[in-house]
């Protein structure tokens, strides 16, 4: 069993940059593949960025290329999204979940635990 917690999400405006992680308790992240998804209001949770087990295999979604990364931390066990040139349209609840796959992708279904979730909202 782990347990994912996100902070770093906040409001900020169009163009700023937020850095959201994640971090766990009960099992290291370097054991998982990990995601990162997001879902706004009165929409389906959607594909952000996804990392393998190893950290060599990497995947963004295309709304997000070029502006978002996806990376991990083993020494703090945790794994972050680097969000810069932010846009309205990414405001949403941010999730991070961990797959026991080596490689998660962008099904939802892939992924074995999920955190809360953490507010980001861009002004324009």
């Known amino acids: 069993q782990v347990q994912l917690v996100e902070s770093g999400g906040g409001l900020v405006q169009a163009g700023d940059s937020l850095r959201l992680s994640c971090a766990a308790s009960?099992?290291?992240?370097?054991?998982?593949?990990m995601g990162w998804f997001r879902q706004a209001p009165g929409n389906e949770r959607e594909f952000v960025a996804a990392l393998s087990r190893s950290g060599i295999s990497n995947q963004h979604a295309d709304s997000v290329k070029g502006r978002f990364t996806i990376s991990r931390d083993n020494a703090k066990n945790t794994v972050n999204l680097q969000m810069n040139s932010l846009k309205p349209e990414d405001t949403a609840v941010y999730y991070c979940a961990a797959s026991s796959r080596y490689f998660g992708g962008s099904s939802p279904a892939a992924y074995d635990y999920w955190g809360q979730g953490t507010q980001v909202t861009v002004s324009s």
């Open positions: 009960g099992r290291t992240l370097s054991s998982f593949a």
